[in-house]
């Protein structure tokens, strides 16, 4: 049977469940098997470039050592940095895809102007490098910061709140269309995200996942 790895590039267990939950939707009868792991002596969360530096090592590696023990027919990175996806990309013949990457591009298709939810405030100058490099920064409207980190989450009573009245600003004051959560632990707010927000809301780890879905199920090539 065909296979989906979903790298979660921390420590942080609880992540993996959210993960599996988000792209429970996309098992399918007959399709590949996703399963979701992560990386034991990685960082708790990746809230720095110092920390996507350090992921981005521990991913290559994660995926070099898993193609030698049988390897996946695509990997999918779940941080929203992105961090080792080109150099993954040069490591493994399987198609490798970055949440960042794709919930971008799926949002492109949902409207014009892209606002990002993120977590810390350090986040966001990493995400407009990594838009920059896209060359998407004429479709990003505002990238604007919860204040809350990824381990946290999940336990922070008024998440929510804090998600639905950035992205209420999102879309009533700097006019975005579409928007997508810019963390992997966001995963589990989409669906009410979306209905409270009133626009589309890209959860980029289903994104992600759904792209590798079709590479796997139209056997085209990796990407580079």
Same mark, same amino acid.
Request: aromatic share 4%; with cysteine.
């Given at each position: 049977? @065909?296979s *989906?790895? /979903?790298?979660?590039p921390?420590?942080?267990?609880?992540l993996?469940? #959210? *993960?599996?939950?988000a792209?429970?939707?996309?098992?399918? @009868?007959?399709g590949p098997d996703?399963?979701?792991?992560? *990386?034991?002596? @990685?960082?708790?969360?990746?809230?720095?470039?110092?920390?996507?530096?350090? &992921?981005?090592?521990?991913?290559v +590696?994660?995926?070099?050592?898993l193609?030698?023990e049988?390897?996946? +027919? &695509?990997? $999918?990175i779940?941080?929203?940095?992105?961090?080792?996806?080109?150099?993954?990309?040069?490591a493994?013949?399987?198609?490798?895809? #970055?949440?960042?990457?794709?919930?971008?591009?799926t949002?492109?298709?949902?409207?014009?102007k892209?606002g990002?939810?993120? *977590?810390?405030?350090?986040s966001?100058?990493?995400?407009?490098?990594?838009?920059?490099?896209?060359? /998407?920064?004429?479709?990003?409207?505002?990238?604007?910061s919860?204040?809350?980190?990824?381990?946290?989450?999940?336990s922070?009573? +008024?998440?929510?709140?804090?998600?639905?009245?950035?992205?209420?600003?999102?879309?009533?004051?700097?006019?975005?269309?579409?928007?997508?959560?810019?963390?992997?632990?966001?995963?589990?707010f989409?669906?009410?995200?979306?209905?409270? /927000?009133?626009?589309?809301v /890209? +959860?980029?780890?289903?994104? &992600? @996942?759904a792209h590798?879905?079709?590479? $796997?199920?139209?056997?085209t090539?990796?990407?580079?």
């Amino acid at each position: 049977m @065909a296979s *989906i790895c /979903i790298i979660n590039p921390t420590s942080t267990v609880h992540l993996d469940h #959210g *993960i599996d939950e988000a792209v429970r939707p996309l098992k399918v @009868a007959g399709g590949p098997d996703f399963r979701v792991v992560h *990386i034991e002596d @990685a960082r708790p969360a990746v809230q720095s470039q110092s920390d996507s530096d350090l &992921a981005g090592t521990q991913v290559v +590696d994660l995926v070099s050592r898993l193609d030698r023990e049988g390897g996946a +027919d &695509a990997y $999918v990175i779940a941080c929203f940095s992105d961090p080792g996806l080109h150099a993954a990309r040069e490591a493994t013949r399987a198609a490798v895809f #970055g949440i960042g990457e794709s919930g971008l591009l799926t949002a492109m298709t949902l409207g014009q102007k892209i606002g990002v939810i993120s *977590i810390l405030p350090n986040s966001i100058p990493r995400h407009w490098r990594m838009f920059g490099a896209m060359g /998407i920064e004429p479709r990003i409207g505002c990238d604007v910061s919860v204040g809350i980190g990824v381990v946290e989450l999940e336990s922070t009573p +008024d998440a929510m709140d804090r998600m639905v009245e950035k992205g209420l600003w999102l879309k009533d004051q700097a006019q975005c269309d579409v928007i997508v959560l810019g963390c992997a632990g966001m995963a589990p707010f989409e669906a009410e995200l979306t209905r409270r /927000i009133g626009i589309p809301v /890209i +959860d980029p780890v289903r994104a &992600a @996942a759904a792209h590798a879905l079709g590479r $796997v199920l139209l056997k085209t090539g990796a990407a580079r």
